[in-house]
């Protein structure tokens, strides 16, 4: 039944009208990026702060006072995470010159490594070494000037979201009304019912998955700590908030935390720990933490969710692997409320039989 829909629905559109859209969208995503990210981001914030904002303005404070309070809080939330990162960033860097013995004598025995057993004389090593070095040096300016425009780019950024959160939530009334236009009358109802139950449905999975990034990071920071790995909550809170990415998230945070403790301990078992630490507290959070801190959670099957990072990457960078996850997440939300789009929520869901 489910395939018959799909089927029937795809059946409306020709191939050259769907790859003429798929283009078009591209084509809107890749070069808009400057305004569609900041743009993106705010949009995503005011979803989340509206309801407090309704909340406050329940109790009788008016609506500038509201999102004033609102801002503030997740400004105040951002920069104590923030600061806390600093500081463990700031310890992890007091201890680097030690790292930097150590990883020396690690690079002087994998040079015997594989002067033995593969013949390379070291002073070929270091002919190599100076090779690409001196190649690599032609890349030194291209790569400061990348990264002087993404640093630009985040501080424009960083500047413009909370400007368009408040707009945004500020002409609220205006948008939506601006919306309902846009579609006939007879439809106007149920785009209000979607875009009411899409804001609350994202807002409390929003809530949700704060819980299980702080409950993930702070047994990943435990749990590394009583191995006696160094700097356990700046490890254990960068694995929490990669964990958004499926599978491989948890395989990269893990690598940080491993080289560091096989460099400072010289022990297989330290990094065996920290697997295992990850590992445990990955089956918690897919088992426990997740379905009780979630709840009733957005089914979107791996496989799109994995896609959406990679196009997120591919058209918008760090941004786009973030961003796109929320707008599959609330194009299901839309799907499964709209007959018209059954088939989109069936290719999104995970039953797929």
Request: hydrophobic share 55%.
């Amino acid at each position: 039944m489910s395939n018959q829909l799909v089927t029937h629905n795809f059946q409306q559109y020709s191939i050259l009208e769907i790859l003429q859209m798929i283009v078009l969208v591209s084509f809107i995503l890749f070069f808009g990026k400057t305004l569609l990210i900041p743009l993106s981001f705010a949009g995503l914030l005011s979803f989340i702060l509206y309801p407090f904002c309704k909340w406050v303005e329940k109790k009788g404070l008016n609506k500038n006072m509201a999102i004033f309070i609102a801002l503030l809080f997740i400004s105040l939330l951002l920069f104590a995470i923030i600061y806390l990162l600093f500081t463990q960033f700031m310890a992890f860097s007091d201890q680097w010159q030690l790292l930097k013995i150590k990883l020396l004598n690690a690079n002087q025995e994998l040079n015997l490594f594989i002067e033995n057993v593969f013949g390379v004389s070291k002073e070929k090593e270091a002919d190599f070494l100076e090779n690409a070095l001196n190649n690599s040096g032609n890349q030194v300016f291209a790569f400061i000037g990348n990264t002087a425009n993404t640093f630009s780019q985040s501080l424009f950024s960083l500047i413009i979201i909370p400007v368009f959160t408040t707009l945004i939530l500020y002409h609220r009334t205006l948008l939506s009304k601006v919306l309902y236009q846009i579609f006939p009358k007879e439809k106007r109802v149920i785009v209000h019912e979607v875009l009411v139950e899409t804001i609350h449905e994202y807002y409390n999975f929003i809530k949700g998955m704060l819980i299980v990034y702080l409950a993930v990071g702070f047994l990943n920071s435990v749990g590394l700590s009583i191995i006696g790995i160094p700097h356990p909550i700046l490890f254990g809170f960068i694995a929490s908030i990669l964990t958004f990415i499926p599978y491989v998230g948890i395989m990269i945070s893990a690598l940080l935390p491993i080289t560091v403790s096989w460099i400072t301990f010289n022990s297989i078992w330290y990094p065996i720990g920290v697997i295992l630490v990850f590992g445990f507290v990955q089956l918690l959070e897919a088992n426990i933490i997740f379905p009780m801190a979630v709840g009733s959670r957005l089914k979107i099957n791996t496989l799109v969710i994995i896609i959406m990072i990679i196009l997120g990457g591919i058209f918008w960078g760090a941004a786009g692997m973030i961003l796109f996850i929320p707008f599959v997440s609330i194009l299901k939300l839309i799907a499964d409320r709209t007959e018209s789009l059954k088939w989109l929520s069936v290719l999104l869901g995970v039953g797929g039989n």
